[in-house]
């Protein structure tokens, strides 16, 4: 399963990156790293991006981002 | 007497600006970082017997560079060395804030802490045991609260006591854990074979950079990615651990910021419903979110140009009125040839006058995007809208300098600063020619008269859609072509919503606007200098004979396919490069031959003397002052279209129904909403990119949409039986 199939609301553990290059090291430095809690916050009016909190802050990023980074439903 | 260099860093949204202008007040320089629009804002200080040099580095996440901003911010650390770093830490959001303040830590320069917006985190129920981080990371940590000047002192003269070597702070030296194994390997093989690098950077700094395969230190010392001693170092690792060096090592910085933050934070456990929250359920509420947004920036639009509008009028019409008629009396009072005063009023007076009216449209603008920036509320525009922008290639937050560009492209151009990525600013620049600025009302509204009187809302409807389809289209093309590439991807803070300080927003205003006067004022001047010679030399001749004339009767053979190949029209296009308005008043200069009562309606008003005009000038500030702020509270709609009848205009009406046809009038329009971006708007895309080179690149792709569209109005049209 990965970020951008998540519902508003739900928690979840990040598994694994599967970006690369650049982006990967930005989603690293912004704190979404493996092992990290998340949770969709938002969902923007049209449907992306979507809004996450993760470290303690709230991190925005499109659903093609999303798709790369898996994660697996805590609750 | 003893100096010393600081640096400023911290995150974004960290309130490191607030605090620079804290401790800078009025010694703050706003410049920009050289051969890039990056803003560099420095301050000397004296502190005693200290000067301190500041310098403000953009915010940054990481010393990894990702936008151009954050490069700056990284390689004046790197390259610059300063004595002292003052991170700026937002205390509300400890952790993510640490890890920045971990890799300056990497960096081996002694660092103090501004532990700041500490009042919020205190309210939050937030404790923090200073002493402790001060400990564990060996820096100075000082809580501070800069919209309150609270702790800046106390950051002087800590400054201070380091600067006179009274207090030595040594930041630690962090384990990496396993990693330093691996250090050492790369350390000892750089000893070897590259010594020269170890003191050109801050060693250790570079050997995890090395280690994580940095492409910019890559590229910088000419290193090989794959280098023997660096794949040595790290095949212990690959092998035992499933991810590549560069997730370890950001894994065990955010491993200490985390050990860190955990030590040092007494949380009392709450669930994060705070004011951002609450708002954030509304404005960004699936349903509300729109309609909200599409009322905030109506007010957003409304404010910056009914606000702004009256100012602009009442400068227009003192340099139109007494600032003329006096400079004419007191030259011909000293006998000066009659070119003289129609230069000094004509050419240099109404040139002045051209940058003044832009002062307040500017000043409103710039005053409100700062407000937007610093509430909070510009990273919503970009989430709501960054669906939209994203699918004609650009970003959420470009949806500002495009909306306000309606108002006055030229202030556009500068609000695409909001942008983080140069590639973003570029582009939306590019598009900003097209939203139809308020200009080109003029041109319209006399046109329309003239035309269209009975379809007059559904014509001037027409034109705004057309730049906006063309808008989307030259998205769309540009995306492909120009603008091909790496597009920068949409990862983005949604900081809390905070109530900015009046203080920090005039500032910010007044240097934009400085910059505004002393750059673009010089060339929008010598234009309009230039431009008085096109229509005056040589001087006394008739309009056709001008230089302006000929050289719009050398190009008018362009403009016959679109339907108005006169060279009345080319040389009111020409003339109306400086601004779209002028269109109109050059036709009205050639088509209404001057039969001298213009001159003479003038001579009534010169029985007042200088003190009368004083006094009208100052009463007519003061209307200025009040319709301003009525417009704020007074119906919705366009003022400007409601031009007045004056004689002359019906004058040229007539003049114009006798020369265009219905269907050459709308080509005419689709060409002037069109064609060459101004020459206000080249200057301001100057200053913002630093070379001509995307003024000229609109130029071009600009006037051949126009011509291209004039043309399939026309001949479409013509064929269609129009």
Known sequence: MNLSELKKGQKA??????????????????????????????????????????????????????????????? | MKEIKVAVTG???????????????????????????VEKKTATIKFDDLTINLVDLPGTYSLSPYTQEERIARDFLVKEKPDLIINVVDSTNLERNLYLTIQILELDIPVVIALNIYDEAKKKGYEIDTEKLEQLLGIKVIPTVATKKEGINELLNVIKDFALGINRIVSKKLNYGDVEESLKIVETALKMNDPGLLNKYPSRWLILKLLENDELVLKETGLKGDEKFLKQAVSQFLKSHNEDMESIIADIRYGIA??????????????????????????????????????????????????????????????????????????????????????????????????????????????????????????????????????????????????????????????????????????????????????????????????????????????????????????????????????????????????????????????????????????????SVIMWFMLNTPYGVEKENSALGRVGKTISPVFAPL??????????????????????????????????????????????????????VAISFFNALVDSFQNLLAGFG???LQVEEEEKKTALKSKLQEIFTPLSAYAFLAFVLLYWPCVVVGIAMKQEFGSWKIYGQAILIHSMMAWLVAFLIYQGGSLLGF
């Open chain 2, 563 to 616: 339907g108005f190949g006169t060279w009345e029209a080319s040389s009111s296009l020409v003339a109306g490069l400086i601004a779209k308005e002028v269109v109109v008043s050059t036709m009205a200069q050639i088509y209404v031959t001057d039969n001298g009562q213009e001159e003479k309606t003038e001579g009534t008003e010169e029985t007042k003397n200088f003190l009368e005009d004083l006094k009208d």
């Open chain 2, 11 to 37: 995150n974004p949204n960290s309130g490191k600006s607030t605090l620079i202008n804290a401790i800078a007040g009025t010694n703050l320089q706003v410049g920009n970082w050289p051969g890039v629009t």
């Open chain 2, 638 to 640: 366009i003022k400007s």
């Open chain 2, 258 to 527: 985390y050990g860190v933050t955990r030590e040092v934070l007494k949380k009392r456990d709450r669930k994060h419903t705070d004011l951002t929250e609450k708002i954030d359920r509304i404005v960004l509420n699936r349903y509300l979110g729109i309609p909200i947004f599409l009322i905030a920036m109506w007010f957003v639009f409304k404010l910056s140009f009914d606000f702004s509008a009256p100012f602009s009028d009442w400068l227009d019409s003192v340099i139109i009125g007494p600032v003329t008629k006096w400079t004419t009396v007191l030259l011909n009072a000293a006998k000066s040839p009659e070119w003289f005063v129609s230069l000094a009023t004509e050419g240099i007076i109404a040139g002045v006058g051209a940058v003044l009216v832009f002062i307040p449209i500017i000043a409103v603008m710039m005053f409100i995007i700062t407000l937007l920036e610093g509430s909070g509320y510009m990273a919503r525009v970009a989430f709501i809208m960054d669906r939209l922008m994203h699918s004609i290639g650009l970003h959420g937050k470009s949806f500002i300098p495009l909306i306000l560009g309606f108002g006055c492209n030229v202030p556009s151009i500068y609000a695409t600063r909001v942008l983080e990525s140069e590639r973003d600013r570029k582009l939306t620049a590019m598009l900003v020619p097209l939203m139809s600025c308020g200009a080109r009302l003029p041109v319209y509204a006399i046109f329309i008269g003239a035309f269209f009187a009975k379809n007059a809302p559904t014509v001037l409807w027409s034109l705004y859609v057309l730049g906006i389809l063309l808008a989307i289209l030259l998205g769309l093309f540009l995306k492909k072509t120009l603008f091909k590439g790496f597009a920068p991807v949409f990862i983005m803070e949604l900081p809390p919503y905070r109530v900015p300080l009046l203080r920090d927003l005039m500032i910010h205003t007044w240097h934009k606007l400085k910059h505004f006067v002393i750059k673009a004022g010089t060339y929008i001047f010598a234009v």
């Open chain 1, 13 to 75: 553990k990040i598994t694994s990156i599967n970006s690369k290059g650049l982006i990967k090291r930005r989603l690293m430095d912004m704190g979404v790293l493996p092992g990290e809690t998340v949770e969709v916050e938002k969902i923007a009016p049209l449907g992306d991006p979507i809004d996450i909190f993760v470290k303690g802050y709230h991190l925005s990023l499109r659903k093609s981002e999303a798709e790369q980074i898996n994660v697996e439903v805590i609750e």
